[in-house]
């Protein structure tokens, strides 16, 4: 017998229709809202209707993920209705394919606001898509083309115990004493942000200056100013300090004695100077 979502009262569900009648609304970017209880991957599921030709807007939404990827294929999952996992499929047609990496930063930006705005806590961003509370991971954002879409996956740990936690470096909003871990406001909060953002930046045509978007990504970003080791795609290790978000939303980093190298993608790791 399946259990009841009731089952744990400090979780409970979430409301398809209730979600559905405060997003879905005529003029807004989000088109659609698809909530299960389950399934392997919300970034999976909305790449296969990408591949289907589904418009812009389709928001996909797991009370449980059994097959969820971070970055680099790490497995992202975390007990049912403990966390969002949240994936919406973009299809920027205006924006230069070379601005896509603004992508990751933008939802960043928009995980941030909600976490600072709802949970009241002093989120940070590290580049290029770690959502960090008092240093600990909290949340991660995965961004993967398919075709001429763009899918964007959000995971958030809401009321994940220390016994849940996935490695000593990740973290809770309930364990870092959130003002409030009501799931249903956080998703409002950040589909609300992440769309009004997107919208500006896709209006400016991916200009993160026009968009204003980069002075929000720097004003969250605890990256900058830090010496850092960068572990390529490669395989290779970048070392030297963080300088700057380039126009394209790369990484600029400075190593010692050596030219300031851009990077597009790479496992950050703050090093003690």
Same mark, same amino acid.
């Given at each position: 017998?399946?259990?009841? *979502?009731?089952?744990?009262?400090?979780?409970?569900?979430?409301?398809?229709? =209730?979600?559905?009648?405060?997003?879905?609304? *005529? $003029?807004?970017?989000?088109?659609?809202?698809?909530?299960?209880? +389950?399934?392997?991957?919300?970034?999976?599921?909305?790449?296969?209707?990408?591949? &289907? $030709?589904?418009?812009?807007? #389709?928001?996909?939404? /797991?009370?449980?993920?059994?097959?969820?990827?971070?970055?680099?294929?790490?497995?992202?999952?975390?007990?049912?209705?403990?966390?969002?996992?949240?994936?919406?499929?973009?299809?920027?047609?205006?924006?230069?394919?070379?601005?896509?990496?603004?992508?990751? #930063?933008?939802?960043?930006? +928009?995980?941030?606001?909600?976490?600072?705005?709802?949970?009241?806590? !002093? +989120?940070?961003?590290?580049?290029?898509?770690?959502?960090?509370?008092?240093?600990?991971?909290? $949340?991660?954002?995965?961004?993967?083309?398919?075709?001429?879409?763009?899918?964007?996956?959000?995971? #958030?740990?809401?009321?994940?115990?220390?016994?849940?936690?996935?490695? *000593?470096?990740?973290?809770?909003? =309930? @364990? &870092?004493?959130?003002?409030?871990?009501?799931?249903?406001?956080?998703?409002?909060? @950040?589909?609300?942000?992440?769309?009004?953002? %997107?919208?500006?930046?896709?209006? /400016?045509?991916?200009?993160?200056?026009?968009?204003?978007?980069? /002075?929000?990504?720097? !004003?969250?970003?605890?990256?900058?100013?830090?010496?850092?080791?960068? /572990?390529?795609?490669?395989?290779?290790? #970048?070392?030297?300090?963080?300088?700057?978000?380039?126009?394209?939303?790369? @990484?600029?980093?400075?190593?010692?004695?050596?030219?300031?190298?851009?990077?597009?993608?790479? !496992?950050?790791? %703050?090093?003690?100077?």
């Amino acid at each position: 017998m399946a259990q009841s *979502p009731y089952t744990d009262l400090a979780r409970p569900p979430l409301n398809p229709v =209730a979600l559905r009648r405060a997003l879905v609304v *005529p $003029g807004g970017l989000w088109t659609d809202l698809a909530l299960h209880e +389950a399934t392997a991957s919300t970034n999976a599921d909305a790449a296969t209707a990408a591949r &289907e $030709g589904v418009p812009e807007g #389709l928001v996909v939404v /797991a009370e449980r993920q059994t097959a969820g990827r971070g970055r680099l294929d790490r497995r992202w999952e975390s007990p049912a209705r403990a966390g969002l996992a949240v994936s919406v499929l973009l299809r920027p047609e205006k924006v230069p394919a070379h601005r896509y990496g603004w992508l990751p #930063l933008l939802a960043g930006v +928009a995980l941030t606001g909600a976490v600072r705005g709802i949970a009241e806590l !002093d +989120a940070v961003l590290k580049w290029p898509n770690d959502l960090l509370v008092d240093g600990r991971k909290c $949340g991660g954002i995965l961004a993967e083309a398919v075709h001429d879409a763009v899918i964007l996956g959000i995971g #958030l740990n809401v009321t994940l115990r220390p016994d849940e936690l996935p490695g *000593p470096d990740a973290t809770s909003l =309930a @364990l &870092e004493g959130a003002g409030s871990t009501d799931r249903d406001p956080l998703l409002r909060a @950040l589909l609300r942000a992440l769309a009004q953002w %997107y919208e500006r930046w896709r209006d /400016a045509e991916g200009d993160p200056d026009t968009s204003g978007l980069r /002075a929000a990504y720097l !004003d969250d970003c605890a990256t900058l100013g830090q010496q850092v080791r960068v /572990a390529l795609p490669d395989g290779a290790d #970048l070392v030297g300090v963080a300088t700057e978000i380039d126009d394209d939303g790369r @990484l600029v980093v400075q190593p010692e004695g050596a030219p300031a190298q851009a990077v597009a993608s790479g !496992d950050v790791v %703050y090093v003690r100077r």
